[in-house]
């Protein structure tokens, strides 16, 4: 079989270029902007690579993350199912980032993750009324219930948020058997 | 048939009838554990009526000016103590999820302690009067308000014999991941559900316990073999206000 010539390797690497570059543009054919086109939405603390993804894909979860966490709050609060792959907390620990005094954004900064697009689009979601909106317990205490490879890190938490009971429990329960 | 063992229905007398010979068979095998070793349910298993969480407190250990059983719920679920943030809320209105009772037998002057909380009924007067559904007994007997849909009307908290519920008035900050509460909707005990479902003891149990007074016990009620139903079994125990025949999950010794 001959080698692909000069032209057609060109164009291949041009192809794969074009297929990298954004494919949105951030004005439709008036000029007027396109919504969404302006939001600098907060980077997650921790970031997601080829091998390393969010709990489905990112264009998934932007269009229906609140799908996943309704379905698994229902199912948590009446049967008591504990998996941590659609839990909110699993989503706080990964999402939530630290301001430049090193502590975590709170959701009432237009900073923190949820609230960097939720501000934006007008949405007022009072999941943190009651939730947690900064990491309180690591992840890896759940590691051997969730199985998905960022919920093992082993990152600070909000200690002084923490009941010693709780995280005593949790601590000696939580490890892979 | 006691009022805490399993409620017996057709298709599982059935079941049980045609599984007896297998159970037989594995019961002679030598080496074979007759009982198995508590093991927390998987977490994507949903919850069974095959069990039924209970407490029994037993009145004549419990000690007199200890709180360590109200202290330790509010330090695991975050109300309360140190950790209140409900600052505007005048003192009979703050959240209560356990508080200690003193009685006194006016003839005799004796006194006796103990901690009440939700009981945790099989016919729960809350789950019956709530218009939303918020108010629920999970399958294995643990009373929960979903906050999700409760619209804190408050209905829950007039029908409840034993005052165990209280609403929330205010803004909270910092609640804990495991037990999130907030203003507008009412709450109680939740036995700890999220200990239990991890195969774990509530906190007030734990709490008797390490304060050496062991006045609570924490089990499965359908269970024979389990420490609370040999106890119940051996020394009986009282629901408070039998009366209202709700078959309480929560039974008191001496009183």
């Known amino acids: ?177 | 048939m006691k009022d805490t063992s399993k409620p017996a229905d057709p298709s599982r007398r059935d079941f049980m009838s045609k599984a007896g010979a297998t159970a037989g068979m594995a019961a002679v095998a030598p080496g074979v554990l007759l009982t198995s070793p508590a093991v927390a349910r998987p977490a994507d298993e949903k919850v069974t009526s095959d069990k039924r969480w209970g407490i029994l407190i037993d009145t004549a250990k419990c000690a007199s000016g200890c709180t360590a059983c109200v202290s330790a719920c509010e330090t695991e679920n975050g109300w309360g103590g140190e950790s209140n943030t409900e600052k505007q809320s005048s003192d009979e209105q703050r959240a209560q999820w356990i508080r200690k009772v003193q009685l006194k037998e006016k003839a005799t002057g004796h006194v006796t302690t103990l901690p009440l909380m939700c009981q945790h009924c099989e016919t729960p007067p809350c789950a019956d009067v709530c218009p939303t559904g918020a108010s629920f007994r999970r399958a294995d007997g643990i009373v929960l308000v979903d906050k999700h849909i409760c619209i804190g009307c408050r209905y829950c908290m007039m029908a409840c014999p034993y005052k165990a519920r209280s609403f929330i008035h205010e803004d909270l900050k910092d609640q804990k991941p495991w037990a999130p509460r907030g203003k507008g909707t009412v709450e109680s005990c939740t036995l700890c559900v999220h200990r239990v479902d991890e195969g774990g003891t509530p906190a007030c149990v734990e709490a008797c316990s390490s304060e050496g007074h062991y006045a609570m016990v924490f089990g499965d009620l359908y269970d024979d073999n389990s420490e609370i139903s040999r106890q119940l079994e051996q020394h009986g125990g009282k629901q408070i206000r039998a009366d209202l025949g709700l078959n309480t999950g929560v039974r008191y010794r001496g009183i």
């Open chain 1, 1 to 177: 079989m001959s080698q692909p010539s000069l032209l057609n390797r060109v164009l291949g690497i041009l192809s794969v270029l074009l297929l990298l570059m954004p494919a949105a543009s951030t004005a439709d054919e008036e000029g007027h902007p396109l919504p969404f086109s302006d939001l600098v939405l907060t980077e997650p603390a921790r970031h997601f690579s080829a091998t390393q993804e969010c709990v489905e894909p990112e264009d998934e979860m932007r269009r229906n993350h609140m799908n996943y966490i309704l379905h698994q709050r229902d199912e948590t609060v009446h049967d008591g199912i504990r998996t941590r792959q659609y839990a909110l907390e699993e989503c706080i620990n990964c999402h939530a980032s630290k301001g430049e005094d090193g502590e975590y954004i709170r959701v009432e900064d237009p900073r923190h993750f949820c609230a960097s697009c939720h501000s934006y689009a007008s949405v007022s979601i009072d999941c943190f009324q009651c939730h947690a909106d900064v990491p309180v317990r690591p992840s890896s205490l759940q590691q051997s219930r969730s199985g998905h490879p960022h919920h093992l890190a082993r990152e600070n938490f909000a200690g002084d948020l923490a009941g010693k009971t709780a995280l005593g429990l949790l601590a000696t329960e939580g490890k892979p058997q």
